[in-house]
């Protein structure tokens, strides 16, 4: 057994992103004072089609949205707690099918799918063959997601008990991450040969040097739907009821199948 686990983070909020600004901070301050805000929860492999989705939706009517990014079932745990914010985005839509008699989500949109696929050093220097039996190969380091954590987890805990191999690969771990976005540092940062991501994250700018993604079976990595839901307790409703029409809307979507949903 080569694992050591890392720590699963309580209410895993890793940043807070205000999007839109004045010319003059000054001004700037004043006129946030008087708007509304939107606050929306999103998993962070999907906070780069949402930031870009939020700018515009802050162009086109007088309010500013921050966007709280983490890992789904953190932000969940964080929204049922403080039940405060918007709207939220998690990873997999079984975090609705799951979380749906709380009570807390309610109008949802559908915006793309995810999908999980085996990512590994940029040129494939291990010359992994890509099979899911690779994750049990002691000469790799193999770095999954904890499924207590991340949406990513999740997935990769359904994948290998698919494949019957979960208790095996997990025993092959060198760790456990909480999220996709440390899946991709432990690559880049050479403690990973092999991980579980899912197959956007490969296809950012700012990972296209060190990543690449080779596909799983889709007997055993089915895509997930991603919804896009309301808050029930949200103070803004109205906004939160346009916000979803455009985010669902041709626009919206297009913008997230750029980013490779």
């Given at each position: ?53 939020a ?5 086109r ?20 707690t ?9 990873g997999?839509?079984?975090y ?46 193999v770095?999954?997601c ?8 999740k ?13 095996q690969?997990t025993?092959?771990?060198k ?18 040969d ?25 007997q ?42």
């Amino acid at each position: 057994m080569k694992r050591r686990f890392l720590p699963v983070i309580g209410i895993f909020l890793l940043s807070i992103v205000l999007i839109g600004c004045g010319d003059k901070k000054e001004k700037s301050n004043t006129t946030d004072l008087k708007k509304k805000q939107l606050l929306i929860y999103c998993g962070i492999t999907m906070v780069k089609p949402m930031a870009k989705i939020a700018k515009e939706f802050e162009k086109r009517h007088n309010v500013a949205v921050k966007i709280i990014q983490g890992g789904s079932k953190d932000l969940y745990n964080s929204l049922k707690t403080s039940k405060r914010g918007d709207l939220y985005l998690p990873g997999s839509s079984s975090y609705r099918k799951n979380n749906l008699n709380d009570g807390f989500l309610g109008e949802y949109v559908f915006l793309g799918h995810n999908k999980a696929s085996i990512v590994v050093g940029k040129g494939n220097p291990k010359n992994i063959k890509g099979n899911l039996e690779d994750l049990l190969n002691p000469d790799l380091n193999v770095v999954l997601c904890n499924p207590e954590s991340g949406s990513i987890g999740k997935m990769t805990k359904k994948i290998l008990t698919k494949a019957k191999i979960y208790k095996q690969a997990t025993s092959n771990t060198k760790f456990l991450t909480t999220d996709s976005r440390n899946l991709t540092k432990a690559i880049r940062d050479g403690e990973a040969d092999i991980v579980i991501n899912w197959h956007a994250t490969t296809m950012w700018p700012e990972n296209q040097g060190f990543v690449q993604a080779i596909e799983i079976d889709e007997q055993y990595a089915k895509k997930k739907e991603l919804l896009l839901n309301g808050l029930t307790f949200s103070k803004n409703p109205i906004l939160v009821k346009e916000f979803l029409t455009f985010a669902g809307g041709e626009e919206g979507r297009t913008i997230f199948t750029e980013y490779g949903f």
